[in-house]
């Protein structure tokens, strides 16, 4: 396969207090045959060691994966239309990962199938992965993996988009969350609290033990916490964005640390236009809005590019305008925030992840675009570390 590469020139903002900037990325384009780019995943697919890549097209008829170096094309599955979500993990612990999936989405519960499938490998994982259908849920639309006694024994959760009775503009109904356990595969229920559109869901180890669940809906963004009698407790992080709904709460979130301090960064409202960054003061999380130019914002990752124990943001958007962007943190406590674009106009990001693809011993960003069809790295050129 031939690639597309160019050293990137990261356009630094000129703010007073910048900590460093962030460091040169070099582009790769993995692929731009996508009808239309959506979830991206990395894992080991092959048990090499290597981290490769597996993308959503979710205008295509089937599902593949890139594998690493060399980024050659392999069919995971056919016949998989409107595939929307899927996460990867070893639930039979055979040694060799499986997959979690979910397609037939619509946002519309009454047009929904939302099957929930798991592939598995025949041994070869170049060729096409067996299906196995375990549930259809209408809606289905974010699939993971949670650890909620930390014991390794995970469980898969499955979370609608929107209630059964939900209808635009304002989705006015309860979103459940599912959990099923692996090799029983029956549906029970974490939580039937999130109101509106339940856009994200991330597992986490916010606490001493095991993980914990946030979402991030219209209702804004709560952690859910197991308890030992087998029930789900909420707590209330933030509102999320304050305007009236459909234009409200939180829509993607994510987890990292300035140092010791704790952050999340979010989308706010659904498929919104700001990037907000929430720092603990005492019990209270301040809302603080880093960005208000997106328009369909989508894409989220967070992560230590510099290596400066201050967590990165990187963010993306699919409508006009589309750019993928840097921010780093101007200072400890996360109270100001520089903006580096790092491609001005060749990736309409849906999703990004931060990894080191190439073994180098430094974080890189992958990332796949909607309207540009395209899964592009970023390798970063920085000090190694």
């Given at each position: 396969?031939?690639f597309?590469?160019?050293?990137?020139?990261?356009?630094?903002?000129?703010q007073?207090?910048?900590c460093?900037?962030?460091?040169?990325?070099?582009?790769?384009t993995?692929t731009?045959g996508?009808?239309?780019?959506?979830?991206?995943?990395?894992a080991?697919?092959?048990?090499?060691?290597?981290p490769?890549?597996?993308?959503?097209d979710?205008?295509?008829?089937?599902?593949?994966?890139f594998?690493?170096?060399t980024?050659?094309?392999?069919?995971?599955?056919?016949?998989?239309?409107?595939?929307?979500?899927?996460?990867?993990w070893?639930w039979?612990?055979?040694?060799k990962?499986d997959?979690a999936?979910?397609?037939?989405?619509?946002?519309?519960?009454e047009k929904s199938v939302?099957?929930?499938?798991?592939?598995?490998?025949?041994g070869?994982?170049?060729?096409p992965?067996?299906k196995?259908?375990?549930?259809?849920?209408p809606?289905?639309?974010r699939?993971?993996?949670?650890?909620?006694?930390?014991?390794g024994?995970?469980?898969?959760?499955?979370?609608?988009?929107?209630g059964?009775?939900?209808?635009?503009p304002?989705?006015?109904?309860?979103?459940p969350?599912?959990?099923?356990?692996?090799?029983?595969?029956?549906?029970?229920?974490?939580?039937?609290?999130?109101?509106?559109?339940?856009?994200?869901?991330?597992?986490?180890?916010?606490?001493?033990?095991g993980?914990?669940l946030?979402?991030?809906?219209f209702?804004?963004?709560?952690?859910?916490?197991?308890?030992?009698?087998?029930?789900?407790?909420?707590?209330?992080?933030?509102?999320?964005?304050p305007?009236?709904?459909?234009?409200?709460?939180?829509?993607?979130?994510?987890?990292?640390?300035l140092?010791n301090?704790r952050?999340?960064?979010?989308?706010?409202?659904?498929?919104?236009?700001?990037?907000?960054?929430?720092?603990?003061q005492g019990?209270?999380?301040?809302?603080?809005?880093?960005?208000?130019?997106?328009?369909n914002?989508?894409a989220?990752?967070?992560?230590?590019?510099?290596?400066?124990k201050r967590d990165?943001?990187?963010?993306?958007?699919?409508?006009k305008?589309?750019?993928?962007?840097?921010?780093?943190?101007d200072?400890?406590?996360?109270?100001?925030?520089s903006?580096?674009?790092?491609?001005?106009?060749?990736?309409?990001a849906?999703d990004?992840k931060?990894?080191d693809?190439?073994?180098?011993?430094?974080?890189?960003?992958?990332?796949?675009?909607?309207?540009?069809g395209?899964?592009?790295?970023?390798?970063n050129e920085?000090?190694?570390?």
């Amino acid at each position: 396969m031939r690639f597309q590469s160019a050293v990137l020139t990261v356009l630094l903002s000129s703010q007073a207090g910048t900590c460093g900037g962030v460091p040169q990325f070099r582009e790769m384009t993995v692929t731009s045959g996508l009808k239309s780019g959506y979830q991206l995943v990395v894992a080991d697919l092959n048990v090499d060691g290597k981290p490769d890549i597996i993308v959503i097209d979710e205008r295509a008829t089937e599902l593949a994966w890139f594998e690493n170096p060399t980024w050659e094309r392999h069919t995971l599955a056919t016949g998989v239309p409107r595939t929307i979500n899927l996460e990867v993990w070893d639930w039979d612990r055979d040694g060799k990962p499986d997959i979690a999936m979910a397609h037939n989405f619509e946002t519309d519960p009454e047009k929904s199938v939302g099957n929930v499938l798991l592939l598995k490998s025949a041994g070869d994982p170049r060729q096409p992965w067996v299906k196995q259908e375990i549930d259809r849920v209408p809606t289905a639309h974010r699939i993971r993996w949670i650890d909620p006694k930390g014991d390794g024994r995970k469980l898969l959760v499955v979370a609608p988009l929107v209630g059964l009775k939900a209808q635009a503009p304002d989705y006015a109904d309860n979103a459940p969350v599912y959990l099923y356990k692996p090799g029983e595969w029956k549906r029970t229920v974490l939580t039937e609290e999130p109101k509106g559109v339940l856009h994200s869901i991330a597992p986490v180890a916010w606490d001493r033990s095991g993980e914990q669940l946030f979402t991030a809906s219209f209702s804004g963004i709560h952690l859910y916490r197991y308890q030992a009698s087998g029930a789900w407790v909420s707590e209330e992080i933030a509102k999320g964005d304050p305007r009236a709904c459909p234009e409200c709460g939180s829509s993607e979130i994510k987890t990292g640390r300035l140092g010791n301090r704790r952050l999340i960064a979010a989308i706010e409202p659904w498929h919104g236009n700001q990037v907000v960054v929430y720092t603990q003061q005492g019990k209270r999380w301040e809302r603080r809005v880093i960005e208000s130019g997106m328009v369909n914002g989508h894409a989220l990752a967070v992560g230590d590019l510099d290596g400066d124990k201050r967590d990165e943001i990187v963010s993306g958007f699919r409508g006009k305008g589309f750019h993928l962007s840097v921010f780093s943190a101007d200072d400890a406590k996360g109270t100001s925030w520089s903006k580096h674009v790092i491609d001005p106009d060749k990736m309409a990001a849906a999703d990004c992840k931060i990894a080191d693809f190439n073994g180098d011993g430094r974080p890189d960003i992958a990332c796949s675009g909607a309207s540009t069809g395209n899964v592009k790295l970023y390798l970063n050129e920085g000090a190694r570390r």
